[in-house]
């Protein structure tokens, strides 16, 4: 339901592929009736169209006077003119085919896009503590390469499934048009085939769940290896480190050989039924244009094959979207994970304006615990007036920094309130609430991009000359300049080609610069 929800997104561009799909298996089916009239004409039959002429049948009847007007110019010319048919209307079938898969390759492309903003956008909105429970490795693997999956495998069988559908159903409805008799016949076989590929389907979705956890599990072992590798190389880890990186791609092995020699046997188990369904139709119609029980001539016959055979790769397409989208919908689930995923930190209906800090910060017997039953904070009473510096000092572990990420709600407090000039924080705006706070964590977080890009983060227009004075009050502006390019130097990736303690200056730089009360 959600990939329609993202294709509605793209109704027009969606309906349109539609209508030149129709157009286009139309125009299959003009070319072939088209090649079995050139040649009923060319072996010198002029009793009109390979289709039955039932009284009161309008189609025939209207093809038929079409066959007798091109037969008066002898045949010589209706030869010509049937040839020139025949490729005009294959030249178009060609131009609607490739009209139609470059439209439904244009949805496919803007509802990865689509999804891939959606992702990101809940991504940020998720609070703090989602991801101290879910692997960073994991969640890049939902990203990057389940995106992937459900794009190649759902998207990508799109094309294919709508195709096969709308043509299916229009070589039915011929078949139908033919032979009624011999349609049921060939319509009897299609449960067994149904059943064989619903088997393999359903374990392929539970095989592609699994294949697609190893991989998260190989991308958190690959990003903690290449965050530590510091501490990897001191401790001599690097044989360890390799072992369990060795054993996770093992086990992503054995489950990716499992899908593919599952995924693999789509294609020849389709081959197999397809040409099981050909053998029943020969045998089928021979007995009953043996039999004397239809009106059935050879000629006709053939072009009810025709269509048959035309069908056949339609249900292929079917079979292969078939196997192919269990696999995607395996990927689709863990993206729907965080797509779906609660954010207990949201504002309330009406949350109130608070854009000033003129009084004290208050926390009231408040208490707090990641899991409950197992408290970190109870009972805090602090008040904080404007213009205080409040250390806290404690043993690690004890909850110093929990406390201090009470204030901005990057959790929200189990017990009691924490205040702002006697406002609850819970009734502010979020982003009202976090533009009053300056934060200098312990851990220098900084992005792989310029010294002036990193301390104005967050700032919007702000100039050199500002983000020039924020350094040199943080003590950073000397090494800045020192470096190749000055402020506009890359720092690499968390800022690794600058020491610790110029991390720490460049962090506390970006909080001067935003200038908050708090």
């Known amino acids: 339901m959600l990939t329609l929800r993202y294709i509605s997104r793209h109704l027009w561009r969606s309906l349109f592929f539609i209508v030149t799909t129709v ?6 089916m003009c070319t072939a009736l088209s090649v079995s009239d050139f040649l009923r004409l060319l072996f010198g039959d002029e009793s009109g169209v390979a289709l039955p002429a039932a009284e009161g049948n309008l189609l025939s009847q209207g093809l038929n006077e079409l066959y007798a007007w091109l037969i ?29 898969s470059t439209q439904i390759g244009i949805v496919r492309i803007k509802v990865v896009r689509d999804l891939r903003n959606d992702l990101f956008a809940k991504a940020m909105r998720l609070p703090l503590s989602y991801y101290g429970t879910h692997r960073k490795g ?4 939902r990203f990057s390469s389940d995106i992937s999956e459900y794009d190649e495998n759902v998207l990508g069988s799109l094309k294919l499934l709508l195709s096969a559908v709308i043509s299916s159903l229009l070589y039915i409805t011929m078949l139908v048009y033919i032979s009624l008799k011999l349609t049921l016949f060939v319509l009897a076989v299609s449960p067994l085939i149904a059943w064989v590929m619903g088997l393999i389907s359903r374990k392929l979705r539970r095989k592609s769940k699994e294949t697609q956890t190893f991989w998260g599990a190989l991308l958190t072992q690959l990003d903690e290896t290449l965050g530590g590798l510091r501490i990897v190389k001191a401790f001599l880890a690097e044989n ?16 990716m050989v499992r899908m593919s020699v599952r995924q693999a046997s789509a294609h020849p188990v389709s081959e197999f039924m397809g040409t099981a369904i050909i053998v029943f139709v ?11 029980h239809s009106t059935m001539d050879a000629s006709l ?3 009810y094959l025709v269509m048959l055979y035309n069908i056949i790769n339609p249900i292929k397409d079917l079979s292969k979207a078939y196997y192919n989208i269990p696999v995607g919908l395996g990927c689709w689930e863990r993206v729907d994970k965080i797509l779906q995923a609660e954010n207990p930190i949201h504002d309330v209906e009406n949350p109130r304006s608070l854009n000033t800090f003129g009084g004290e910060i208050v926390f009231h017997n408040v208490g707090f615990s990641y899991h409950e039953g197992r408290p970190v904070l109870r009972d805090i009473n602090l008040t904080v007036p404007k ?7 404690g043993q690690s572990g004890s909850g110093k920094s929990t406390l201090v990420d009470l204030l901005p709600r990057f959790h929200d407090v189990s017990e009691g309130s924490v205040t702002i000039d006697g406002t609850d924080i819970r009734q502010v705006r979020i982003h009202d609430l976090r533009a009053l706070i300056g934060n200098v964590n312990q851990e220098a977080i900084l992005f792989n991009d310029t010294f002036f890009s990193n301390i104005a983060f967050g700032v919007e227009g702000a100039t050199m000359e500002q983000v020039v004075e924020a350094a040199r009050i943080a003590n950073a502006h000397e090494f800045i300049m020192e470096t190749p390019d000055g402020y506009n130097t890359l720092i690499g990736d968390r800022g690794c080609l600058l020491s610790g303690g110029q991390r720490q200056r460049i962090s506390i730089a970006r909080a001067i610069l935003k200038n908050p009360p708090i």
């Open 72 to 100: 008066t110019f002898g045949q010589m010319r209706a030869i010509v003119i049937f040839a020139v048919i025949i490729f005009v209307v294959y030249a178009l079938r060609s131009v609607l085919a490739y009209v139609a």
């Open 282 to 292: 020969l045998w089928g119609g021979g007995l009953i244009i043996l039999g004397n």
């Open 23 to 28: 157009l286009s298996v139309v125009a299959v």
């Open 301 to 303: 016959f053939i072009y």
């Open 138 to 141: 994991d969640i890049l693997s």
């Open 240 to 255: 360890k480190m390799k072992q369990r990186f060795d054993d996770v791609n093992n086990s992503y092995r054995t489950s």
């Open 387 to 393: 213009g205080k510096t409040i250390a806290l000092v």
